[in-house]
């Protein structure tokens, strides 16, 4: 009996920002749908704009595998996993341990299939485009908490906005110019009513 697509259905129990006070709770299957959409907008931004060449697909698929290590691990907060470079390292360990394990219940064919997506390589150009998706969704996050009067994140809005423009991508900057300014409208707004 294969349980890997079992495990992935768990994503859905899995809840983001624990140690925040939300007015809508996040889970990480919905948080890896919004990282693979931001991703794939990145790639086309830095493809069709900019005349880049990054491997769209290969960035989709690492997104919507990214977090496979929190069905085992559970969603590890930013202060507490980033706190020091040895307890990074050591979570970083584990979160590997979780996603073998996860993978092993795969049929081999599969697994030789599927494992590039499940670890990739993080130093990769393509791993890049995840991280700063991941990020975006994170700052969307903050913006939606905001409008629903959740001051709680009005700091890490901030922090994370930062942390977007020190990464120095045009695909980024480009995405906070075009597209950043429709989240702060509403339904009948976006449709223009």
Known sequence: ????????????????????????????????????????????????????????????????????????????????????????????????????????DLPPELKELLLPALLPDKDSAEYRFVKAADKLSAYLKCLEELRSGNREFAQVEKTIARQLKERGMRSVDYFFEHFIPAFSLSLDELEGL
């Open 1 to 104: 009996m294969e349980k890997f697509y079992a495990y992935m259905d768990r994503m859905k129990f899995i809840k983001r920002w624990q140690l925040m006070r939300c007015t809508r709770e996040e889970n990480i299957m919905e948080h890896s749908h919004s990282v693979a959409v931001l991703a794939h907008a990145l790639c086309l931004i830095e493809n069709g704009v900019f005349g880049g060449n990054v491997d769209a697909e290969k960035v989709v698929l690492f997104a919507l595998y990214h977090e496979v290590s929190e069905v085992m691990t559970g969603d590890m907060p930013t202060p507490i996993k980033y706190y020091s470079n040895a307890i990074h390292g050591e979570y970083e360990k584990l979160e590997n341990l979780a996603v073998e394990k996860i993978a092993a």
